[in-house]
């Protein structure tokens, strides 16, 4: 199975094909069981790129994902959940071909959410962006909602199609994601002491990053570059920043840039123009305009204060 190139499944018939199961009912959308799948995988490297949405929901073994060039293991005692959308890669390190996974996996085709609401709104449920280690560590009753909206749309998608079918699955699928969005706030809030030591990281890194050296080398910090160091989607640190300091990570990194501009401003004899070029900007304009936009005035009328 050992392979450096990645699978490209097109179709949801496809990946019904690779993992030995009967043809989906529906073209564009199907609900599959893992321990249903036939197709038992070797020993080594899976790497998958799908052209669909796929939400699976896992417990009962032991697999190493990869995105990128980043590991990352579960225990899956308890369901843990994941968003992918079409086009993300996603490797997957098999060390036991015997072991058998419980839980299911939903796939969505974009056509079949073509000119309908979630055609839209998908696109506001930032966790189909997350990365494997930001998946969704769910509660027993969190576990029991989703499931039973999973066997409402497949017992949907399994009746005769009618004008309502699309309908009444969309609606399904929209109160998936809003509850999968709910869940998501709660583990921001929850998982205390992994997410304290996210902060705790973010401080020293904006700290070693905001020193002169690095400025004057660098320039200033990208939300993406901050994300890298702290091994977890952009999308994740913000959604993770705002719930818990009410700051995305773009504000973050304003902050310090304003503290390290009114160090200078109050200490030195610097000019604004000198202050902009040692904090990385290319523009004295651009800095003048982020400080009055963050303290209401000037950086001139700032040092006027201290003389």
Known sequence: MQNTLPNKIKTISEFHQLRGLPQPKHPLISVVRFEEFQALREKGTEILLFD???ISLKRGMNHHYKYGQRNYEYDFNNGIMFYMAPNQLLSVEVDDPASRPNGWM???HPDFIWNTSLATNIKKYDFFDYSAN????LSEDEEATLNQLIVNI???YNNPIDTFSQAIIISQLE???NYSERFYQRQFITRQKVNHEILVRLEDILNEQIKDEYLLSQGIPSVQDISEKLNVSTGYLRNLLK?????STQQHIHEKLISKA???LSTTNLTVSEIAYHLGFEQPQSFSRLFKNKTNQSP????????
């Open 154 to 156: 497949q017992k949907e």
């Open 134 to 137: 930001e998946a969704l560590f």
């Open 243 to 247: 719930q818990l300091t009410g700051l």
């Open 300 to 307: 001139l009328e700032f040092r006027e204060k201290f003389n």
């Open 106 to 108: 939903l796939m969505i």
């Open 175 to 177: 109160t998936l994601f």
């Open 52 to 54: 669909f949405y796929a």
């Open 262 to 264: 009114k160090e200078k």
